[in-house]
């Protein structure tokens, strides 16, 4: 049974600290999507890499956020530092994105709970 | 830009009821349409999807039908049960233009009582 997996899947930490959370993508898919959600903003996008190339970050505060995929089975989202705001469920998400395909179902893995104090 | 539209909630129905959550959406192309539906303490998990206009998803008695005139895609049930329960995403993909990522909806909060 293929799924995403993220860790951890709890975290709380203290303002000025740094956050790293890990996402292992179903094996083959070569999308990988970083989301955040939040009672007041929702859903939203932070981050997708194709083939482990960044092509689009713009969601991303990008003085204190990093997102990174050192190996197809591994992307990474880390904060530095922390801050109160940054609180929220980190969600990662995966898929296969081939050619002319009209539509790529994303997979999205049960997130992580960050808590900044 | 692209922007996804959701009836405002909480909804809170009686089992068996019938259920209508509104999407309309915004797009500068031609979208492929999701809902995706999250259950207490999970990620999202896709529950049906139409990829042109007139197209109806379906899954576990859930329908929804790409009415390109009215850029709308409302999610029905005629008979809900309390495991239905969830939060309600709906959502667009424009390949074209976003390279497949979603725009998301506010997500609607179901609530079904026994």
């Known amino acids: 049974d293929a799924r995403v997996t993220q860790t951890p899947r709890h975290k709380v930490t203290e303002m000025g600290q740094e956050v790293t959370m890990r996402c292992q993508p179903i094996?083959?898919?070569?999308?990988v999507f970083w989301y955040r959600q939040t009672m007041m903003q929702g859903l939203e996008l932070l981050a997708y890499f194709r083939n482990r190339a960044p092509l689009d970050d713009s969601g991303m505060p990008k003085d204190r956020f990093s997102a990174e995929m050192p190996d197809a089975t591994l992307a990474t989202l880390k904060i530095q530092p922390s801050e109160p705001r940054d609180s929220a469920v980190y969600f990662c998400a995966s898929g296969f994105r081939a050619g002319s395909t009209r539509y790529n179902e994303q997979f999205f893995g049960p997130g992580t709970r960050l808590t900044v104090l | 830009g692209n922007s996804v539209t959701q009836m405002e909630g909480p909804v809170t129905l009686s089992e068996e009821a019938f259920l209508t959550i509104n999407c309309t959406y915004t797009?500068?192309?031609?979208?492929?349409l999701f809902w995706y539906v999250q259950y207490p303490g999970e990620g999202l998990q896709l529950l049906l999807k139409?990829?042109?206009?007139?197209d109806k998803g379906s899954n576990k008695g859930f329908e929804a039908t790409y009415r390109k005139e009215t850029t709308s895609f409302h999610l029905e049930k005629g008979s809900v049960q309390v495991s239905d329960s969830a939060v309600y995403f709906c959502?667009?993909?424009?390949?074209?233009?976003?390279?497949?990522?979603?725009?998301f909806g506010e997500g609607t909060q179901l609530t079904v009582n026994p």
């Open positions: 959502a667009l993909s424009e390949r074209e233009t976003s390279g497949s990522r979603l725009t």
């Open positions: 797009a500068t192309g031609y979208p492929s």
């Open positions: 094996l083959g898919h070569n999308t």
């Open positions: 139409a990829t042109k206009a007139d």
